[in-house]
């Protein structure tokens, strides 16, 4: 996956995602209807997801490495939701089947966006000016 295709593709779902979970935070545009059984903790961990995805997206555009932290925040983010949504389902919460399979999908795809950031921000050095002295710290 080229660097440009990594960044559009997050891009777009992270974009995607903070419309479709704000709106049914917010309900807006009367999707929240529309999503049934949703399960209220899994919106808002989505939603502070598409958040880090654009925050990692424009960090891989100017080649910091900090934004692989943000795209592994999201996927233990995730991991404790999906951890979370099985306590739930299993102490009787209401829930749709589609929510789960959604979740899985979302977790896969955020490890799929993790991976190639890793690769392409492995050996990049972070410039970060630290005014009034201007310095340059190289980090890990």
Same mark, same amino acid.
């Given at each position: 996956?080229?660097? %440009?295709? /990594? /960044?559009? *593709? /997050?891009?777009?779902?992270? /974009? *995607?995602?903070?419309f479709m979970s704000s709106s049914v935070l917010f309900d807006w545009f009367g999707? #929240?209807?529309k999503e049934g059984n949703y399960v209220p903790? *899994?919106?808002?961990? @989505? !939603?502070i997801c598409g958040f880090? &995805?654009?925050?990692? +997206?424009?960090?891989?555009?100017k080649d910091k490495k900090w934004s692989q932290y943000h795209l592994i925040l +999201?996927?233990?983010?995730? =991991? =404790?939701?999906?951890?979370?949504? &099985? !306590?739930?389902? @299993?102490?009787?919460?209401? &829930?749709?089947? %589609?929510? *789960?399979k959604a979740l899985a999908f979302r977790t896969v795809?955020?490890?799929?966006?993790?991976?190639?950031?890793? %690769?392409?921000? #492995? @050996?990049?050095e972070i410039n970060c000016s630290c005014n009034p002295w201007n310095c340059d710290f190289k980090f890990l």
């Open positions: 996956m080229t660097k %440009k295709i /990594l /960044l559009f *593709v /997050l891009t777009i779902f992270g /974009l *995607v995602t903070v999707i #929240r209807e903790f *899994v919106v808002i961990a @989505n !939603f880090l &995805y654009l925050t990692a +997206a424009f960090g891989i555009s +999201a996927f233990i983010i995730l =991991i =404790i939701t999906f951890i979370a949504l &099985y !306590f739930h389902i @299993n102490s009787g919460g209401i &829930y749709e089947t %589609k929510t *789960v795809l955020t490890l799929i966006f993790t991976i190639p950031t890793l %690769k392409y921000l #492995r @050996n990049e």
